[in-house]
């Protein structure tokens, strides 16, 4: 409803409302324009054995959808949700700004438009486009509950398995009752796996000095899987790769969640341009030949907007990856597709320290597509809870650019982090019925709650130390807006940066 802010007071006193809302204005998650070389988006990230994520369903919730030639005849759905009707109305698929067919391209265009060089990471999937944002790229958080509660309503009947969600607002409540956030955990335990975007705040415009604290609404859910951005350098060796400064940091606001989950490329990539976009007519220097006879057919843009919906295909590759090779078990769910990025991410090194960055930067490390489809054609779903249920021996490495990197191995469990083989095993924990962050029986000896102490030097309670630079305890205080800078120390017992103070 709309009100003046007067009322609001008496609205909050009504037996039965739990709690009031803003309808918060919501943005995509890209920052243009955009300047510097072109950088091959999918490089190293490209299935090398015929995936292609047929047979899997992607939702688009963005500025909606233009039928390229990229996408074909994939575009099996289309719904707007900006029209004064209520629910999304089944229209013809557009897009006046541009940006989800950005996204879209980069989930899974063909590149027919460019001879194959500007495709998607799953150039197979079906795509349904449900348009939340104007033509200015603007739109309402309401609209996008929306979105996100008839896919999970019509999942099977769309065939949704993924929903990319590159846009987000700045937190303004408790996950506890923020509505998006949750709409997307109920997305999530319906069994979709929710792909959002971590924001660009992740450094202040008037210094440039980093910033913390930056993860946008609804990435700042515990049950999605939130992607930050790289630069990837042109090459498909992973060490060169830096973060992209623009990159929303954790932690997240109230809860005090790392995140972002994991990170993937997100600078100057290369995807279709829907005709005539409102982005590429403001900035026409990011529009880009595909063929002499499309001399506007691809724009490059940069932000976690790409970043999300590369992961977003690797997702759909994944998901077709593991009903190939078990065609009779059960689906990975959410919670299992989350840990398996995590837990074979390879780990960045900031060029500036020669040091690993922290977790608040880049969640377990970047996206290492080789290795998480390995792991997933090796689980078998079907296997009882507490029992191995790998099929095969994998080495935790993978071969990207011609070297020879490892895993990460671990997952960060909201505000845990989980070390050594725990993905190899069925667990209650990968269930769809499981809210990721929640206090956990992981195990056999192994608990988390107020008080842990887990290894040689981790201890969890009042006081929480992990990694090498990362200190909280249990007294979190943000104040009014995004930290920035290197050395920041939060309340009284809590520093994040460079310098640890314990």
Do not use: C
Request: proline share 7%.
């Amino acid at each position: 409803m709309e009100v003046p802010t007067r009322v609001i007071p008496m609205l909050a006193k009504i037996p039965g409302v739990l709690s009031i809302s803003i309808d918060a204005p919501m943005r995509s998650t890209t920052a243009v324009p955009t300047d510097g070389v072109v950088l091959q988006q999918t490089l190293g990230y490209l299935p090398a054995d015929g995936l292609t994520g047929a047979g899997v369903g992607v939702g688009i919730i963005d500025s909606g959808l233009s039928p390229t030639a990229d996408f074909a005849n994939r575009i099996t759905a289309f719904y707007d949700f900006t029209l004064p009707q209520p629910g999304g109305v089944a229209t013809a698929p557009t897009d006046p700004y541009g940006h989800g067919t950005h996204v879209a391209g980069l989930v899974g265009g063909s590149g027919l438009m460019s001879g194959g060089l500007y495709k998607g990471v799953a150039t197979g999937v079906s795509l349904i486009g449900l348009k939340v944002l104007a033509a200015d790229g603007s739109g309402y958080t309401s609209d996008v509950i929306e979105a996100v509660e008839f896919a999970t309503a019509n999942k099977a009947a769309l065939h949704i398995d993924v929903l990319n969600m590159s846009l987000g607002h700045p937190p303004y409540e408790s996950p506890d009752t923020d509505p998006l956030i949750l709409a997307v955990n109920n997305a999530t335990a319906a069994g979709i796996v929710v792909v959002v975007a971590s924001g660009n705040a992740g450094i202040n415009p008037a210094t440039g000095l980093p910033g913390y604290a930056g993860i946008m609404v609804p990435g700042s859910a515990a049950s999605v899987l939130t992607v930050g951005a790289t630069q990837t350098m042109g090459t498909v060796g992973r060490e060169d790769d830096t973060m992209g400064p623009y990159s929303s940091r954790g932690p997240t606001w109230y809860d005090g969640l790392v995140k972002p989950d994991v990170v993937a490329p997100g600078t100057n990539v290369v995807a279709p341009a829907a005709p005539g976009n409102q982005i590429g007519t403001l900035h026409p220097n990011l529009l880009m030949n595909g063929t002499s006879e499309n001399p506007s057919a691809y724009m490059r843009l940069t932000g976690t907007s790409m970043s999300s919906a590369v992961v977003a295909g690797v997702v759909a590759t994944m998901i077709e990856a593991h009903r190939t090779a078990f065609p009779s078990s059960p689906a990975l769910t959410p919670n299992t597709i989350k840990a398996i990025l995590q837990f074979t991410a390879v780990k960045m090194t900031d060029p500036d320290t020669n040091l690993p960055y922290d977790a608040l930067t880049q969640g377990t490390g970047s996206v290492n597509a080789n290795g998480a489809l390995a792991l997933a054609r090796a689980i078998d779903t079907s296997v009882a809870v507490g029992y191995n249920w790998m099929t095969t021996g994998l080495a935790p490495e993978s071969t990207i650019g011609g070297t020879l990197l490892p895993w990460g191995q671990n997952i960060v469990w909201g505000d845990n982090i989980v070390w050594g083989d725990s993905i190899y095993f069925s667990n209650i924990v990968w269930g769809d019925n499981i809210v990721w962050g929640d206090n956990i029986v992981w195990g056999d000896n192994i608990v988390w709650g107020d008080n842990i102490v887990w290894g040689d030097n981790i201890v969890w309670g009042d006081n929480i130390v992990w990694g090498d630079n990362i200190v909280w305890g249990d007294n979190i205080v943000w104040g009014d807006n995004i930290v920035w800078g290197d050395n920041i120390v939060w309340g009284d017992n809590i520093v994040w940066g460079d310098n640890i103070i314990l």
